[in-house]
């Protein structure tokens, strides 16, 4: 089983940047797509983005685009999301999930492998 550990969350002011980490273990990584989800108290799950197993496709949720960037470091098991410009309605406990192919790179529901997430805070 793939296991996936998030770091690199905190406190922060609105316009400051942070980058999260997400360890994978395992010795398939290279070919797993990954994504970071985020979610607020009493709120839905929400994409954020995603990366192909290869790091050359990404995608973002339009909330997010042009602020955030997710890289991946395929010899380390390792997936990023440098994020900047950080607003207050970024606030959320942030997870990263991987799966093989999950039927959609957009939905929480189709990737089997999540870790126990990283909290960010952004303060106005």
């Known amino acids: 089983q793939v296991q996936l550990v998030e770091s690199g969350g905190g406190l922060v002011q609105a316009g400051d940047s942070l980058k999260l980490s997400c360890v994978a273990s395992g010795s398939t990584f290279s070919r797993f797509y990954m994504a970071w989800f985020r979610q607020a108290p009493g709120k839905e799950r929400e994409f954020v983005a995603s990366s192909s197993w290869t790091g050359v496709n990404a995608d973002y949720a339009d909330s997010v685009a042009g602020r955030f960037t997710i890289s991946r470091d395929n010899a380390k098991n390792t997936v990023y999301l440098q994020m900047n410009s950080l607003k207050p309605e970024d606030t959320g406990l942030y997870s990263c999930?991987?799966?093989?192919?999950?039927?959609?790179?957009?939905?929480?529901?189709?990737?089997?492998?999540w870790g126990p997430g990283t909290q960010v805070n952004v303060s106005s």
């Open positions: 999930a991987a799966d093989i192919n999950p039927r959609s790179r957009y939905g929480s529901r189709w990737y089997n492998y």
